[in-house]
C-alpha cells in the first residue's frame, strides 16, 4: 500500500513540479544490480521502500547516489538495527518516535567514532485510498470494531462479546472489510506493549489514523507510539496498560459516555487528526523533502 499509494499521491498533488514513477529493482546477481544503476538517468530523486533497502548492499546505494539528485530510505516499521549507513541523504520516518530514535542512533554512531550518512525526515504514513469515499453509517448505540489481525491485539472472550474483529490481515481482507466500517463508530486499537530497544520496529499510527477518517473514537493504550503526539495527553479513551479489567472499564467508560460532551470533543480531536494525515497534508510533506534536493 505505500509505495503504490505514495506514488498516485504524489502524482495527484505534486505531478506539475515532479514526475513520479514506481520501479521494481533487482534483487541480484551483482552484475545486474550494477547494470540497472548504470542505466538509471543523472539527477533522480529515489525513495527507497524499506524492502527496497534491505535488498542491495550499501555499496550498492553509494554507486547510485553518486549519480542521483538524492537518495532516500522509507523505513516505515522496518526495525531500525537494519538502517542503511552509507550514501542515503534523508532516513525517513513515518511516526514522530520513529524520527526520534532515527535521529539518536546517528548521534550515537558519530559519536562511536562510526558516522551514518544523512539526516531525518518525517513522512507520515497516508491513509489507504479505500477510505477516500467513506461514508460512515449514523448509529444510535456504541459499535466497537477492530481491524486487523488479530494475532496483534488482546482478546478475551469477555473482550470478544463487546468488539466485532474484522480481518485485515492481507490487502484482499482489507479491502472487503472496509465497507463494514460503516456501522461502527468505535476502533480497538490495543497494541502490545513497546520494546525499550532503541533500533526496535516504530510502527505508524494507522489504525488511528483510519478511525480518525471513519469519524470515529478509538480505545488505545497510551504508549502506542505517537498516540499522545495526535491524541494528547488527556484523550479520554486512553488505558494505560493491557490488563483485560482495564481495557474493558474502558469499553464500559465510552458506552458510558456515548454521545456526551466528553465524546464529542473526541471526535474534534480526531477530525483535527484525519486534517494533519490527509492526502494533501501528506503531499506538502513530501513535497518539503524533495524540494530541499532543488535549493
Not at 520516518?93 to 518525517?122: C, F, H, M, V
Not at 481495557?247 to 459516555?257: D, F, M, Q, S, V
Request: contains cysteine.
Amino acid at each position: 500500500m505505500r509505495v503504490g499509494q505514495l506514488c498516485e499521491l504524489a502524482k495527484t498533488h505534486l505531478g506539475d513540479r515532479y514526475e513520479f514513477s514506481c520501479l521494481a529493482i533487482p534483487k541480484r546477481p551483482d552484475w545486474r544490480i550494477k547494470f540497472w544503476i548504470a542505466r538509471q538517468k543523472p539527477g533522480a530523486i529515489y525513495i527507497f521502500s524499506k524492502f527496497a533497502a534491505r535488498v542491495w548492499r550499501k555499496d550498492h546505494i553509494a554507486d547510485l547516489r553518486r549519480k542521483a539528485a538524492g537518495i532516500c530510505v522509507d523505513y516505515v516499521d522496518l526495525p531500525l538495527d537494519e538502517i542503511v549507513k552509507k550514501g542515503v541523504d534523508f532516513h525517513l520516518s513515518t511516526s514522530y518516535a520513529g524520527q526520534r530514535a532515527l535521529d539518536k542512533i546517528i548521534a550515537n554512531a558519530s559519536r562511536d567514532g562510526a558516522p551514518i550518512e544523512g539526516q531525518t525526515r518525517l513522512l507520515l504514513h497516508n491513509v489507504d485510498r479505500a477510505f477516500d469515499k467513506f461514508l460512515p453509517n449514523s448509529q444510535p448505540d456504541l459499535a466497537t470494531v477492530y481491524l486487523g489481525m488479530k494475532e496483534s491485539t488482546l482478546t478475551t472472550p469477555e473482550i470478544e462479546k463487546q468488539v466485532t474483529f474484522l480481518d485485515g490481515s492481507q490487502k484482499d481482507s482489507f479491502d472487503e472489510n472496509v465497507k463494514s466500517l460503516q456501522n461502527f463508530n468505535f476502533h480497538y486499537c490495543i497494541r502490545d506493549d513497546q520494546s525499550d530497544n532503541l533500533v526496535r520496529s516504530y510502527k505508524p499510527l494507522t489504525k488511528g489514523f483510519i478511525a480518525a477518517r471513519c469519524g470515529a473514537n478509538l480505545l488505545i493504550n497510551r504508549n502506542v507510539d505517537d498516540a499522545e503526539e495526535f491524541l494528547g495527553s488527556d484523550y479520554p479513551y486512553f488505558v494505560e496498560t493491557k490488563d483485560p479489567a482495564e481495557i474493558l472499564e474502558g469499553l464500559n467508560k465510552a458506552r458510558r459516555t456515548f454521545g456526551k460532551k466528553e465524546w464529542h470533543a473526541a471526535l474534534n480531536v480526531g477530525k483535527k487528526v484525519a486534517t494533519r494525515v490527509s492526502h494533501t497534508a501528506i503531499a506538502a510533506q513530501l513535497g518539503s523533502i524533495l524540494d530541499e534536493f532543488q535549493s
